[in-house]
Structures are given as structure tokens and as C-alpha cells.
């Protein structure tokens, strides 16, 4: 491999996305977590979630400051590094990326200020709005930025002239297709990241004898949380997945590994996947299930690599393992969920070491979830920056 | 494939295809044929966010300047805590400003930032370093000291990157149709350096502005000796840049000396050296708020005359505002969205900033 230009220019986006996208999955939860404590403490008025959210919010201070520091280089690369992408999509993509300035990171930085050091200077209401308004914040930012990236999965409302695009309807640009699902399914997975290291850390205390009042309640009430937000998670990425069966074809079929076309297509668990010969080595498959998963339908047909020439496929072997390890720490987050109902119900949630030693080394693993579901999508877009119409290649 | 193509034609845009370098055009305006032109709202709303950008960002990279220059730890952490709730809103105006370059003006963002990567890069090397002292300064008081050092320096460097990014703009770069044609380093020369020099004796001087309003006793006379110092590095880089920027390009000496735009352009010499006065006389009294304003104000005329000698340039000689200004449809859809935001944003900064008025207390720490 040279190191050409285009190389250098995607490690470094990588790089930088790879580090920045860690923070916002943490922040965008706990912020919805902090404004969620708040709220108790206002509505309830019972002192122990005042400190729980004066725990976490320092936290949230170091981790939301290295987000934005770090955030702002991401506008920059584009024109030092993708002069010729920015060139071409200023013109639908710049005002999405401008709204998400405009409404979501005055409304944080701001109102930051006063849910850090303001607590003794304005009235309690005015506090909790501070939370909330930190929230609301992270989740425009989300929105935002997530109907860019969709918009470049799955292109609409626009013209293309010349090379370059023209918006025509702002409303399809967007909403794209891939928009809802995208939105949802990330979302949902910045949540569940932040309430698995909730779940860690007061696993921690509880172990350690410290704060255990704190950290019990800490623990059941994310337990509750999770127990709605997994098994969601699991729903929004299923259907995330049709969403791109429909839109991206090409991508799900680098993600099952699926070389020819056909009906009744088993699932792929484990495979080698070898691109040179165009097929799979070791494989370890269920019969008829790829259909049923990713159709739901038995007879269901999936479009097989081979279809498109090889200069228009995304390469196979890393969305395929990166979407495993996804969906691997997506199961065994709910075998976690699933233990908690059985240990609620046992009356042993805060004694079962066992439990609680799973919980600790559990913490860290959305954070890699989150990362594989982003090489997954990002990766399965490739040999395009814009799915479709513009390459990665000229896009320098 | 995929190759989804609506059918219907946008409106044709207007004439700025790639096209060879355009001649001497003498600031003659190529108005657009439509009804409603978007660009100088655009223009303005551009120059408004640099502009907060540069004061309110300014300010407070000023005090992280000065922090470097205070003897004790009590000290430091009460400059500290004079920026700590606002900093953060503060640098999203260069975010802002980056989001509506890139936004209205799409082919001064293309050639521009490729122009000035290294000055670009360096600097938000040093504010992301700066901003993660910021943090851990709190929380890590075994390594304090580094974090002091990552703290005053970051601030240092950053405002001189941004100072060599003006000089090189205001210079101007070597375009060819839609790119930048130059080589990475073309920014280093005496003109750049002494922008980013004169930048960091600019920002320090908002920052001892800044700390005169918000200390009390040894640390505000030393704001105010800072201050002084800084002023005297102000007023010989307003007086050089000046003198120079017309020696360097024949258009911008035409615009100030030639009548009668020399008389009309006299409040502006006039103005500074009033704001300049004002400054002096009050680093030097009493005065808790002056100081800070009247720096305030001298930035603003600077803007302003650097304003003059490009209009109606966005890419300096090369291209108006009007050749790099993206689809009416872009402008228009984000124009409607940012004037009803805008004011709702400054209104709640400014009651951010409510919050934490007065003279800062050592106890506001995080709690």
C-alpha cells in the first residue's frame, strides 16, 4: 500500500472520527442521564439524586470539553482534507452541518456553564433547565449531524450538475431514507453505552462498600432503563438493517458476506471471507435464516456481491467482523439485562458478586460496539464518500 | 447501480463555473439576477460570527496568555475561574464561523483552509491541548504544572496560528480555476509573522481588559501592567500593518489614498487613535471597565479597515463574494433558520454571562 494522499487523508479522518465519536456516544447519554436526575431531584426533592448527578456531572464536564475541542477539528478537515467533497457538497451538506452549530452547540456550550458552576447562583428551576437545555442539546447535535452522514448513504432531493450537488427539496435532504433508522439506531446505542458504564461504576461502589445507597439505586434504576433500551436497540437495528437491504445493497451484502444471489440464503455466523476468489472459507452457517433475519420473509431474496463489479463493492472482511462484534456485544448486553430480572426476582441484585463483577467488565464494551456499528456503516459505504454518485478517490 | 438523478433542473446558477482566473475586475460587483440576493445578509452574518469569534475567544486565549505571567497559585486560579463558565461558548463561534464559511461562501472554504493547513492544524493542536489542560488542570493537581504550562502556551500558539492565518489572507493565495495552487508553505513570510505577533499581543490585550473588570487589588494592577504592555505591541502592529498592507498591493492604497475616499475614510485613522487614547488613559486610571471595552473597540475598527481594504473580496484578488457564494436555495434554506437563532442564542449567552457577573470569587470551582 502507498501511502498516497487519499490514504493519509482517510487514516487521518479515522483517526480524529474514532476518537471524537467515543465522547459523544458517553455525552449525548449521560447528559439525557444528568438532565434525567436533575429532574428527579427537582420533581421528588430526594437529596440522593442530587449527588448522584453531582457525581456524574463532573464527569460529564471533562469528557463534553474533550468532545468539543475535538469536534472542531472535524469541519476543518474538510477543507484541508476533502477540499474537492466540500466543493462539490457544500451546497446540500454545509447548512446541516451549520444548523447543527446554530441549535445545538450554543445551546450546550451555554447552558453548560450554568450546570457546572451555576448551581448557587441561579434558582433551582432554572438549574434543571440548564440540565435539560444540555440535553436537548446533544440530541440536536445528533440529529443533525446523523441526517448528514445519512444523507451521504443514502443521497435525496438533489440535482447533480456538473459534478457538483444542487439541493431541490430540503425536506427529502433531510429526511433521507436511511435517516429515521440511522437516527434511532445510534441514539439508542449512545444510551445504552452510557447506562452500561453506570451500570460499571456503581457495580464498582457497590463492591468497594463505598456510597452503596448511591450505587444501588444507581444500579436498579439503569437496570429498569436498560431493560427498556436493549431490547429496543435490537428492534431499531433490525430495522436499520431492512432500511439498508432497501437503499444500500452492496453494504449488506459485505456485512453477511453473501458472494451470489438467491432466495432461502442461510446466515452466515463465521466465515473467512475471501475476496480474491469471491467467496467464504470456514464458514459456520444456518441454513435459510440470512433470509428470514434480513427479509422476514423464508423466500426472501438477497443480492449477492457478485453483482456489481469489483469496483463497485466495499471491501468484504471488515463490515462482515465489525457487524459481528456488534452484534455479539448487542446479545450478551441482553444476557446482562436478562440476568437482572432473574437476580431482581431472587431478591440478590446488590449481593451477587458474580453479577456485579460482569457488570465492571461489561462497562467498556459499548464503547466498542459503537465503534464496530460505525466501521460497519462507514466502511460498507466505501468505494464512495457519497453512496452512488461521488468516490472516496475523488473526493481529496 | 444506484444513479438516482431527479429530473427536475435547478434553478441554473449563477455564472460561476470553473472558470479561467478572472482579470482585474477593480471591485466592479457582478449582481446577481435574482429578486431576493442572499449574499449580504450572508456577508454580514459571517462578519458578525468572526467578529464575536475574535472578542469573545479573544478575551478569553488573552487570559490564558497572562495566566503564563502570573507568580502564584492563588492567582492562577482565580484568572482560571474568571473564564471557566464561558470558554466553552466562546469557541463555538469559530465553529460558527468555520460552518458559514463553508456554508455560504463553499469555494472560499475550498481554497482558503488548503492554503493555510499548517497554521490551521497548529491551531487546533494547541486549542484542543489547551482545552484538555483546561479540564484536567482541575483534576489532576499532581501534574498541575504541566497542565499550567499546556494551558498558557496552548493559548499562545493558537492565537498566533490565527494570526498567521490573517496575514496570509489578507496576502492573498495562488488560485487556479477552483483550487488553491500554491505549496503548503507559501504562509510563512514577514508579513504572516508579524500578524501573529501583533494577534498575540491583540488577544493579550482584551485579556488584561477582561481580568481589570473581573479582579480586584495585585491582580488587576498586574492586569493593568500587562495591559500596558500589550497596548504599546497593539499600537506598533495597527501603525506597521497599515503602512504595509498598501505598500504590498496597489488596489488597497488606491482605495484609502485616492479622493475622495481618503476624506471619507478619515474617521477611521481618527477613531483609532481616540480608541487608542481612551485605552492608554485607562489602563492607567482607575477605570474597572474601560479598558476592556475600549480594546473591544479597537478591535472592531481594525476589523473594519481590513473590511475596506478587501471588499468585496472572500478569497483576497481573486474571487468576490458573489463568485464563491453557494446555491441561493443553500443560503436562503440556512439564512431563514439563522436569523430567528441568532438572536436566541445571544440572548441566552448574554444571560450565561449574567450569571457569572461581577468580580470572580476563588470559591466558584467546580462543586
Known amino acids: 500500500m502507498d501511502l498516497d494522499p487519499l490514504l493519509l487523508s482517510r487514516l487521518q479522518f479515522v483517526w480524529v472520527i474514532g476518537w471524537h465519536i467515543l465522547l459523544p ?46 469536534g472542531i477539528v472535524m469541519p476543518f478537515q474538510f477543507g484541508t482534507n476533502w477540499s474537492r467533497y466540500s466543493d462539490a457538497t457544500a451546497n446540500v451538506l454545509s447548512p446541516l452541518f451549520a444548523y447543527e452549530g446554530l441549535t445545538a452547540f450554543f445551546l450546550e456550550a451555554a447552558f453548560l456553564g450554568v450546570l457546572l458552576f451555576g448551581r448557587n ?31 451521504m448513504q443514502t443521497p435525496a432531493g438533489y440535482a447533480l450538475v456538473d459534478g457538483r450537488f444542487y439541493p431541490n427539496d430540503w425536506f427529502a435532504i433531510v429526511f433521507n431514507p436511511s435517516f429515521p433508522y440511522r437516527l434511532g439506531h445510534t441514539v439508542v446505542g449512545f444510551y445504552v453505552t452510557t447506562a452500561f458504564v453506570v451500570v460499571g ?62 432466495r432461502r440464503v442461510p446466515l452466515v455466523l463465521f466465515a473467512l471471507p475471501d475476496e480474491q476468489n469471491e467467496a467464504n472459507r470456514y464458514a459456520v452457517q444456518v441454513p435459510w435464516l440470512g433470509s428470514l433475519i434480513l427479509t422476514h420473509d423464508l423466500n426472501g431474496e438477497i ?47 446488590y449481593d ?36 452512488g454518485l461521488l468516490r472516496t478517490a475523488d473526493s481529496v | 447501480m444506484i444513479q438516482k438523478k431527479s429530473k427536475r433542473t435547478p434553478e441554473r446558477p449563477r455564472a460561476r463555473r470553473a472558470r479561467p482566473l478572472p482579470a482585474k475586475r477593480k471591485g466592479r460587483l457582478i449582481m446577481p439576477s435574482l429578486v431576493l440576493d442572499f449574499v449580504p445578509l450572508w456577508t454580514l452574518i459571517l462578519g458578525i460570527g468572526v467578529c464575536f469569534y475574535v472578542i469573545l475567544d479573544g478575551f478569553d486565549l488573552g487570559v490564558g496568555i497572562l495566566f503564563g505571567l502570573q507568580p502564584d497559585t492563588a492567582s492562577r486560579n482565580l484568572v482560571m475561574n474568571s473564564i471557566a463558565p464561558i470558554w466553552d461558548s466562546n469557541e463555538t463561534w469559530l465553529v460558527l464561523g468555520g460552518h458559514a ?27 484542543i491541548f489547551r482545552g484538555v489542560s483546561f479540564e484536567f488542570r482541575y483534576r489532576d493537581s499532581a501534574r498541575k504544572t504541566f497542565w499550567d504550562h ?53 488577544y493579550g490585550l482584551l485579556g488584561a481588559g477582561w481580568l481589570v473588570l473581573k479582579t480586584e487589588g495585585d491582580l488587576q494592577a498586574r492586569a493593568r501592567r500587562h495591559g500596558r504592555w500589550c497596548f504599546l505591541g497593539v499600537f506598533a502592529a495597527i501603525g506597521i500593518v497599515s503602512v504595509w498592507t498598501p505598500l504590498m498591493n496597489a488596489g488597497i492604497a488606491t482605495r484609502w489614498f485616492s479622493w475622495p475616499n481618503m476624506l471619507l475614510l478619515a474617521p477611521v485613522p481618527v477613531l483609532t487613535a481616540l480608541l487608542g487614547w481612551l ?63 441568532l438572536p436566541v442564542i445571544l440572548m441566552y449567552s448574554a444571560w450565561s454571562y449574567w450569571v457569572f457577573r461581577g468580580k470572580v470569587k476563588s470559591d466558584i470551582g467546580y462543586h
Open chain 1, 25 to 70: 456516544a458517553f455525552t449525548v447519554g449521560l447528559a439525557s442521564y444528568i438532565a434525567l436526575l436533575e429532574g428527579l431531584h427537582f420533581f421528588i426533592g430526594r437529596e440522593i439524586y442530587f449527588r448522584i448527578s453531582g457525581f456524574w456531572i463532573k464527569i460529564f464536564s471533562v469528557a463534553f470539553g474533550m468532545g468539543v475541542v475535538s
Open chain 1, 121 to 151: 447562583l441561579v434558582p433551582r428551576w432554572a438549574h434543571f433547565v440548564a440540565a435539560l437545555m444540555v440535553a436537548f442539546g446533544t440530541l440536536l447535535s445528533s440529529f443533525w449531524i446523523l441526517s448528514a452522514n445519512s444523507w
Open chain 1, 201 to 262: 461504576v456503581a457495580a464498582w461502589l457497590i463492591r468497594r462498600g463505598r456510597s452503596v445507597a448511591e450505587g444501588s439505586r444507581r444500579l436498579s434504576m439503569t437496570l429498569w432503563l436498560l431493560t427498556v433500551l436493549v431490547p429496543l436497540q435490537i428492534l431499531l437495528g433490525d430495522e436499520h438493517g431492512l432500511n439498508t437491504l432497501e437503499h444500500q445493497p452492496t453494504k449488506l451484502a459485505a456485512i453477511e458476506a453473501h458472494w451470489d444471489t438467491g
Open chain 1, 303 to 349: 443480492r449477492g456481491l457478485k453483482e456489481w463489479q469489483r469496483d463497485q463493492r466495499p471491501p468484504v472482511a471488515i463490515p462482515f467482523f465489525a457487524f459481528r462484534v456488534m452484534v455479539g456485544i448487542g446479545l450478551l448486553m441482553l444476557g446482562m439485562v436478562v440476568a437482572s430480572w432473574w437476580l431482581r426476582w431472587k431478591g440478590r441484585l
Open chain 1, 352 to 387: 451477587s458478586v458474580w453479577y456485579l463483577r460482569s457488570c465492571q467488565l461489561v462497562a467498556p464494551l459499548g464503547f466498542v460496539a459503537v465503534l464496530a456499528g460505525w466501521t460497519t456503516t462507514e466502511v460498507g459505504r466505501q468505494p464512495w464518500t457519497v453512496y
Open chain 2, 101 to 127: 464559511l463553508l456554508a455560504a461562501f463553499p469555494l472560499a472554504f475550498a481554497i482558503i483552509i488548503p492554503a493555510v493547513y499548517f497554521p490551521i492544524l497548529v491551531m487546533l493542536l494547541a486549542l
Open chain 2, 150 to 202: 499546556g494551558f498558557s502556551w496552548g493559548s499562545t500558539v493558537a492565537t498566533f496560528a490565527q494570526g498567521v492565518v490573517l496575514g496570509a489572507f489578507i496576502q492573498g493565495f495562488q488560485v487556479d480555476g477552483r483550487h488553491f495552487a500554491g505549496t503548503s508553505w507559501d504562509f510563512i513570510t514577514p508579513f504572516a509573522l508579524v500578524t501573529g505577533l501583533a494577534l498575540v499581543f491583540g
Open chain 2, 279 to 341: 485605552e492608554w488613559r485607562s489602563l492607567n486610571n482607575s477605570s474597572d471597565a474601560t479598558p476592556f471595552i475600549a480594546a473591544i473597540g479597537l478591535f472592531l475598527i481594525s476589523y473594519l479597515g481590513i473590511g475596506i481594504s478587501l471588499w468585496p473580496m472572500i478569497v483576497p484578488h481573486v474571487y468576490t463574494l458573489w463568485d464563491a457564494a453557494s446555491a441561493p436555495s443553500t443560503q436562503a434554506f440556512l439564512a431563514v433558520g439563522t436569523l430567528f437563532l
